[in-house]
């Protein structure tokens, strides 16, 4: 079975342009979680979609930030204009539905690198 | 004062010790409590799950859970140097959010 695939693994790119990144989750997972991870930390929720609803987005930095989640499958985060401070791995994670169990399925991230 | 408190480390040890990770958290709300293992430049992979108190086995890793006291531990014995990853601490309380701990760095060296 393919676990979730994220592209891409890497991205540079100098401050103010735009990047974007997608995610494909586990067939059959209705839940879709986008992590924010920096250097030493641990992930911090960006936006986390039930189907194709953004159910809580509260950390989402909507000024720069945006998400869609088409069809309720893949997924496509999107930063623009990017700052040097967006430098971070974004995770995406996904899951049958929000189990309390904690199971959730993690990507290999999308390292960003703003210049 | 973060919800989730984990000391980063890094954590060396020699093969075959007995590793002990530990969290703290301060949110009584809390009722699940997860271990998630991070290997370098992966996403993270559930280790062990706990709902509420008390200690679970799976293999040569327990994981223990005092709700009295905010603390949970997970334990890796005759640890080997595949076990080496970044080690994280994860909770939520019923209908919450995953809160993630801020990771401990392991090394076992053989």
């Known amino acids: 079975e393919a676990g979730v695939v994220q592209s891409p693994r890497y991205k540079i790119i100098e401050k103010k342009q735009p990047v974007a990144f997608w995610c494909n989750p586990i067939s059959g997972h209705n839940t879709l979680y986008w992590y924010l991870q920096n250097l030493g930390q641990g992930p911090e929720l960006l936006i986390r979609y039930e189907n194709e609803e953004a159910v809580d987005d509260s950390q989402l930095p909507k000024d720069r930030f945006s998400a869609e989640r088409l069809k309720g499958v893949d997924s496509t985060l999107k930063i623009q204009p990017a700052e040097l401070g967006d430098s971070a791995v974004y995770l995406c994670a996904s899951s049958f539905s929000d189990l309390n169990t904690g199971e959730l399925f993690f990507g290999e991230g999308s390292r960003l690198t703003v210049l | ?110």
């Not at chain 2, 409590?33 to 992979?45: C, D, H, I, L």
């Open chain 2, 1 to 110: 004062q973060k919800e989730v408190e984990q000391d980063p480390g890094p954590l060396s040890v020699p093969e075959g010790a007995i590793v002990s990770l530990n969290c703290t958290y301060s949110n009584s709300a809390f009722q699940y409590f997860m271990w998630y293992r991070q290997y370098s430049r992966k996403g993270p992979e559930l280790l062990m799950y706990t709902y509420s108190s008390g200690n679970k086995e799976d293999g040569r890793f327990t994981a223990q859970v005092d709700k009295s006291s905010k603390y949970i531990s997970l334990f890796i014995r005759d640890s080997q140097p595949s076990d080496s990853a970044t080690y994280l601490c994860a909770m939520r309380r019923q209908g919450g959010k995953l809160i993630f701990g801020q990771g401990t760095e392991l090394s076992v060296k053989p």
